[in-house]
């Protein structure tokens, strides 16, 4: 019989322990990215999985999904249960399963528009072809199509637009938030504005913006009126947020980093961006954050009033319509303008995280 060498057990045992060490350092590693999925509970599996204390990583996972998922089945079936008994003038308030009937034909609704469309253009495209090999290339025309927009397409227009609105935000808010953290002049002088207009609803901004966007348009412009019209009124609410935040970020740098900025004899435009932006960056994120989600809320609420193209016109338009199916597509409208707001917020985390020292250490 062949002996055992105690010394080789005991190389295997190290390698064992090193691949385990290696495996741990991954799913830690990992773990930051899950987190800013909203997938933190993949974590404490993995590490059940392989083997660190199944019994604590069974409480996180409990936690994390089981807790969660339990409370969404709870949801549901209060929801199927009440719904039947709440009448309405267009009969009874749909349960979980005639929304997601809804949700299935609207899905199908939008293949069978695209598919439309797609046939469209390839007509058009068909008869400009002949119309350049027969050599009358005066006649070629690109003609637009113009039929209804289907769901997803409703989706994207709203998403274009706030995002839009929040890039045009966010590019007045952060200068005029640095120069308020910079300056106790400026801070005083911008401070009230921020009182005064922060509170200010988007149904008051609408008609002015209305009315403005009106009379400066000529007609040609690089976009739709009604796409401008919500993204100014989506700018108009949602730079508070940022604004407010990244003048606390400033005024709350370190003094000592503001005094070696002195001693290296920095110029302004060094020390904004080697020390104020880099330090601030974690509130500056906060309230970009916290403005995009407030540009989502108020961006519904413009399409809504001014029967622009996007998921408030949808809902709009699916209120008035009045047919048996219509309240089911406004509650699947309200699901996915939750869903995308969630979304919305966790890119603006991802970004985040990669930009803040404080989630790279």
Not at 20 to 45: E, M, Q, Y
Not at 239 to 255: C, E, F, Q, R
């Amino acid at each position: 019989m062949t002996a055992i060498d105690p010394q080789s057990l005991n190389d295997a045992a190290a390698a064992k322990e090193a691949r385990k060490a290696r495996l741990f350092t991954r799913i830690n590693k990992a773990d930051k990215w899950f987190s800013v999925l909203g997938l933190a509970w993949i974590t404490p599996v993995l590490k059940a999985a392989a083997g660190d204390n199944p019994k604590a990583q069974g409480k996180e996972i409990w936690r994390l999904l089981g807790v969660p998922v339990l409370a969404i089945v709870g949801f549901l079936l209060l929801w199927g249960t009440l719904a039947p008994k709440v009448q309405t003038s267009l009969g009874a308030v749909p349960g979980p399963v005639q929304v997601w009937g809804e949700a299935v034909n609207l899905h199908e609704d939008a293949v069978a528009k695209a598919a439309k469309k797609a046939k469209f253009e390839e007509m058009v495209a068909a008869r400009n072809e002949k119309l350049i090999a027969a050599g009358k290339e005066d006649q070629v025309k690109t003609v637009a199509y113009t039929g209804a927009p289907s769901f997803y397409e409703q989706i994207w227009t709203s998403i274009k637009t706030v995002f839009f609105g929040f890039l045009i935000g966010s590019a007045v808010a952060i200068p005029l938030g640095i120069l308020a953290g910079l300056s106790p002049y400026a801070n005083a002088a911008i401070n009230p504005l921020i009182q005064i207009f922060k509170p200010v609803s988007p149904l008051a901004w609408l008609p002015i913006v209305t009315m403005v966007v009106s009379a400066l348009s000529t007609g040609d412009g690089l976009f739709p009126k009604s796409f401008t019209i919500s993204a100014i009124t989506v700018t108009l609410c949602s730079l508070w947020p940022t604004l407010i935040n990244t003048a606390l970020g400033v005024a709350s740098i370190d003094k000592d980093l503001v005094n070696v900025s002195k001693v290296l004899k920095m110029n302004t435009w060094t020390k904004i961006t080697k020390l104020v932006l880099p330090s601030a960056l974690p509130l500056i994120f906060t309230g970009l954050r916290l403005s995009l989600g407030v540009g989502w809320m108020v961006l519904i609420a413009a399409e809504m009033l001014a029967q622009n193209p996007g998921l408030g016109k949808f809902v709009w338009d699916e209120f008035q319509n009045g047919s048996s199916s219509s309240l089911a597509k406004i509650m699947v409208a309200v699901l996915t303008i939750g869903i995308i707001g969630f979304l919305l917020d966790r890119v603006m985390y991802a970004l985040q995280s990669l930009f803040t020292f404080s989630n790279q250490r």
